[in-house]
């Protein structure tokens, strides 16, 4: 020791000084410099020593920590500690970690470390220090006997956009929709392992569908892949069933197909994200009977689904082969005269496996008929 004594209270305040900088640690071997120069510039009084050893540093820090009140804790050896949270969330590590995962939503020990420039043996501490209490700056993934950390609760609160970029990558490297798992890892940078693909379901990253991943943020590009999948099959069974075919049956038509392609059903149901059964169902089936230019269209007034175009044809089809003999007669009749003589024939036409769907073809069948009766006659007259 010194002849003179070190003043604690100045040695305590450089030390807080330096761990402003460092993250709240102070490494007696790296920052010895800085610590003595910042306990020899402040004000001491003529009974204290002037200048420092490193011992006189780790003994004086060591005997400051013992204190119960010291806001300076001893880690081990020639490391001490300063909460740097103090009055809450300290912004400074709280940018730092938005910077870590800006483009990383899931970062392990070791990128912890290197990003906050850690001993080895500082890590685990660190970790749990951002962890613990009301900080939440960081949540912990247990993956087996390695830990992975993602954004905690209060980063999301007091730091906007942290690991919003994560999506934007996701939906990059999506194809219709998925992604492989070696994608996957790449875009999180660590593996991807069971918890961490539980974490990303649970924050509505991904759905794993065994061995790929949807991303719900592509879902418009993975119904449009699914639908083309099923739209085949879809078309068989509509013609199949007379090219109409209840609601009902409809809904459960595409979800047979879908669940006979994918799990993505069962997937989301058990991914407890946001994304619904309902929401895959829903973009599938508005490629079928969206607005624009639907291949189906539901009626819903009447709980059918109607194959438009072929639908349109057996239509067309059937009126002009009922109507054409009877225009060909020579014995003048009024249209509505005409459309009754047509009306039994129409009326034993079978085209659909439901009753529904064949009263639905057959009145169509009448109006399109009572159509051509009417031109034919109102071309005669001209």
């Not at 995962?101 to 020990?109: D, E």
């Not at 960081?138 to 730091?159: C, E, F, Q, W």
Request: aromatic share 6%; proline share 3%.
């Amino acid at each position: 020791m010194p002849i003179r004594p070190v003043d604690r209270d100045a040695l305590a305040d450089a030390c807080r000084s330096v761990a402003q900088d460092e993250f709240g640690f102070v490494y007696v071997d790296r920052d010895r410099e800085r610590i003595e120069s910042e306990y020899e510039s402040s004000d001491k009084s003529l009974v204290h020593a002037d200048s420092l050893s490193k011992s006189d540093i780790e003994e004086t820090l060591s005997t400051v920590a013992s204190e119960e009140t010291s806001s300076i804790e001893r880690i081990r050896n020639g490391v001490f500690y300063v909460d740097p949270f103090g009055r809450g969330i300290d912004m400074g590590v709280a940018e730092e970690l938005q910077e870590l995962f800006r483009n990383q939503i899931v970062v392990t020990t070791e990128d912890l470390r290197q990003h906050f420039d850690l001993a080895l043996d500082d890590a685990e501490f660190f970790a749990e220090e951002l962890r613990s209490g009301q900080r939440g700056l960081v949540m912990r993934i247990v993956a087996g006997n390695r830990s992975y950390y993602t954004v905690g609760p209060k980063l999301k609160d007091h730091v906007a956009g942290g690991g919003e970029d994560l999506e934007d990558k996701l939906v990059h490297e999506s194809l219709d929709g998925k992604i492989s798992h070696g994608e996957l890892e790449d875009a999180i940078s660590v593996s991807a392992v069971s918890d961490v693909i539980g974490y990303l379901q649970t924050e509505g990253y991904v759905v794993d569908l065994d061995g790929e991943y949807l991303v719900p943020a592509a879902i418009e590009e993975y119904t449009r892949w699914l639908a083309g999948e099923i739209a085949d099959d879809v078309v068989d069974a509509f013609q199949s069933a007379g090219y109409v075919m209840p609601v009902s049956e409809y809904d459960s038509l595409l979800t047979e197909e879908i669940e006979r392609r994918s799990n993505v059903l069962s997937a989301v149901r058990s991914s407890r994200g946001d994304l619904s059964e309902r929401d895959v169902l829903r973009g599938v089936r508005e490629r079928f009977d969206g607005t624009d230019n639907p291949e189906i269209e539901r009626d819903d007034t009447r709980g059918l689904a109607v194959h438009v175009d072929p639908a349109d044809e057996t239509v067309e089809s059937h009126a002009d082969e009922v109507v054409r003999p009877v225009l060909n007669e020579t014995t003048a009749q009024t249209p509505s005269s005409l459309l009754d003589s047509v009306r039994p024939e129409i009326e034993d036409l079978r085209l659909a496996s439901t009753t529904a769907a064949n009263e639905y073809l057959r009145e169509r069948i009448t109006e399109r008929a009572d159509e051509l009766i009417r031109d034919d006659f109102a071309s005669e007259a001209s």
